[in-house]
T-cell receptor, first 109, second 115 residues
């Protein structure tokens, strides 16, 4: 079973920051937090990952709480192309990804 | 560079038939994964190869499903005696190695429909 909990859906206005929350209260010390997204009819796409520190790349920022029990993915300036299902995943040494149901993000024009 | 490719993109078959789905990983990627995704659900892990060997096949639902990767590159997922419940999108992903921190790159998937 997925070790994360995400809201099933969210709306965000185009041009605003999209903040997607994720709870992972049972995360262990060596597990990373990963985010993927899946645009309709495509395979999942890697966004970002982190262990303890906040991370930023060209796509997004990842904020992880100090106790590591939750995190937030931030898309700083959402566009219509960011409409997708976003998956928050925690991974240990095993390479397989256990996906949950994710958050369906709707970007509103 | 080329990403993960999967063929065919769509496959329609009849109940009871045998099907093969192919995955071409990114060149040089030693790890390869198969997932399947039913409508409205997240992808579900099936099997993971490190090189030619199956390192984890715990996700294969039953013995009708089998996958090979004989030369450590291309992989084929084989489904015998297909059932309507096998209808799904079958996704393949590859990554550079066995480190759990490697990013997995996904292909576009093969949509299998069993009539």
């Amino acid at each position: 079973d997925a070790k994360t909990t995400q809201p099933p859906s969210m709306d965000c206005a185009e041009g605003r920051a999209a903040n997607l929350p994720c709870n992972h209260s049972t995360i262990s010390g060596n597990e990373y937090v990963y985010w993927y997204r899946q645009i309709h009819s495509q395979g999942p796409q890697y966004i970002i990952h982190g262990l303890k520190n906040n991370e930023t790349n060209e796509m997004a920022s990842l904020i992880i709480t100090e106790d590591r029990k939750s995190s937030t993915l931030i898309l700083p300036h959402a566009t219509l192309r960011d409409t997708a299902v976003y998956y928050c995943i925690v991974r240990f040494r095993d390479d397989k990804i256990i996906f949950g149901k994710g958050t369906r993000l709707h970007i509103l024009p | 560079g080329a990403g993960v490719s999967q063929t065919p993109s769509n496959k329609v078959t009849e109940k009871g038939k045998y099907v093969e789905l192919r995955c071409d990983p990114i060149s040089g990627h030693t790890a390869l994964y198969w997932y399947r995704q039913s409508l409205g659900q997240g992808p579900e892990f099936l099997i993971y190869f490190q090189g030619t060997g199956a390192a984890d096949d715990s996700g294969l639902p039953n013995d009708r499903f089998f996958a090979v990767r004989p030369e450590g590159s291309v992989s084929t997922l084989k489904i015998q005696r297909t059932e309507r419940g096998d209808s799904a999108v079958y996704l393949c992903a590859s990554s550079r190695g066995s480190s759990s921190y490697n990013e997995q790159f996904f292909g576009p998937g093969t949509r299998l429909t069993v009539l």
